[in-house]
């Protein structure tokens, strides 16, 4: 248990859907992260959040919706997905965002696999 | 940006063995995690470590950051340790985490 959980931990769904994903943490963290992780490429940093504050989008299509109600919540939204965005999404946290007194350390979860028929 | 190399790419251990793995930057760095990320996908925290040494039961990481690398120690390797080890690093007080391409161990009874 990393305190992070993320639902679900599969999904299916077809190019016209429209689905979410869920983060949670229980560490008391105030910044959270959705990375990618597609098969024979490095982990791909998609959006960071900083008490509730969107601090970056790493220049992710708009088919990828975040959302960040609190600190301890944080969703991807998808919709209209390509095949090709099928991967493993990884949701992590930290204390604080790296260099703003805080080490940056993160905490992931355990990610949800997503395939795009 | 940071470039974040591990070395080797692959490795295969028979079960008891010893081996290190390495991880080497690009530039001077606030700090460093290594993770494991097992077969079902999940990271999972082994250090954080910018500096100096640490050990965990049969895992140790030494950073030397002035050289600009970090290595892995795991000794009487397990088929549990299988898996994927990543090192990862923060560079210029920045949020964006570079991480490094991986090894992939593969422990054999």
């Known amino acids: 248990e990393t305190g992070v959980t993320q639902t679900p931990r599969h999904l299916v769904m077809g190019m016209t859907n429209k689905k979410s994903l869920k983060c949670e943490q229980h560490?008391?963290?105030?910044?959270m992260y959705w990375y990618k992780q597609s098969a024979k490429k490095p982990l791909e940093l998609m959006f960071v959040?900083?008490?509730?504050?969107?601090?970056e989008n790493n220049s992710v299509p708009s088919r990828f919706s975040p959302e960040c109600p609190n600190s301890s919540h944080l969703f991807l939204h998808l919709h209209t997905l390509q095949p090709e965005d099928s991967a493993l999404y990884l949701c992590?946290?930290?204390?604080?965002?790296?260099?703003?007194?805080?080490?940056?350390?993160?905490?992931f979860g355990e990610g949800s696999r997503l395939t795009v028929l | 940006g940071i470039q974040v190399e591990q070395s080797p790419p692959d490795l295969i251990l028979q079960e008891g063995a010893n081996s290190t793995l390495r991880c080497n930057f690009s530039?001077?760095?606030?700090?460093l995690q290594w993770f494991h990320q097992n077969p079902w996908g999940q990271l999972i925290n082994l250090f954080y470590?910018?500096?100096g040494t640490k050990q965990n039961g049969r895992l140790s990481a030494t950073t030397v950051a002035t050289e600009r690398y970090s290595l892995l120690y795991i000794s009487s390797s397990q088929t549990t340790d299988s898996g994927v080890y990543f090192c990862?690093?923060?560079?210029?007080?920045?949020?964006?985490?570079?991480f490094g391409t991986g090894t992939k161990l593969q422990v054999i009874p």
């Open positions: 992590a946290s930290s204390r604080g965002l790296a260099g703003v007194g805080n080490t940056g350390e993160l905490f």
């Open positions: 560490l008391g963290h105030n910044a």
């Open positions: 959040y900083n008490f509730k504050e969107q601090t």
């Open positions: 530039d001077s760095v606030n700090n």
């Open positions: 470590i910018p500096s």
């Open positions: 990862a690093t923060h560079s210029g007080g920045y949020q964006k985490v570079t």
